[in-house]
Nanobody
Framework: QVQLVESGGGLVQPGGSLRLSCAAS??????????MGWYRQAPGKLRELVAG???????NYAHFVAGRFTISRDNAKKTVYLQMNSLKPEDTAVYSC?????????WGQGTQVTVSS
């Protein structure tokens, strides 16, 4: 069984920063992890990709976060991070991490990010 445990969400004022972490544990080996990514879902909206990173470190970002968010990963720790700067109220959502292997697709339980004054 594989678990993805997210942390780092919370309440922050507009313009502030948060760093999300997602650590994989259980029956998953770091060498088997391919793409890792972060998605978000706001109330009444569909889930959308925020940022992704390949096993080789190539990154891609949604147009609405480019220049403000940075995704990174630590393969030895089986962890993916999302550094979020210059947060806006429209960034408020539940953020979930996603980990892909050759045979499976895993999701975290989600962490709430609220941007409000």
């Amino acid at each position: 069984q594989v678990q993805l445990v997210e942390s780092g969400g919370g309440l922050v004022q507009p313009g502030g920063s948060l760093r999300l972490s997602c650590a994989a544990s259980g029956r998953i080996f770091s060498i088997s992890i391919n793409d890792m990514g972060w998605y978000r879902q706001a109330p009444g909206k569909l889930r959308e990709l925020v940022a992704g990173i390949t096993s080789g470190g190539r990154t891609n970002y949604a147009h609405f976060v480019a220049g403000r968010f940075t995704i990174s990963r630590d393969n030895a720790k089986k962890t993916v991070y999302l550094q979020m700067n210059s947060l806006k109220p429209e960034d408020t959502a539940v953020y979930s991490c996603n980990v892909k292997t050759n045979s499976s697709d895993y999701w975290g339980q989600g962490t709430q990010v609220t941007v409000s004054s």
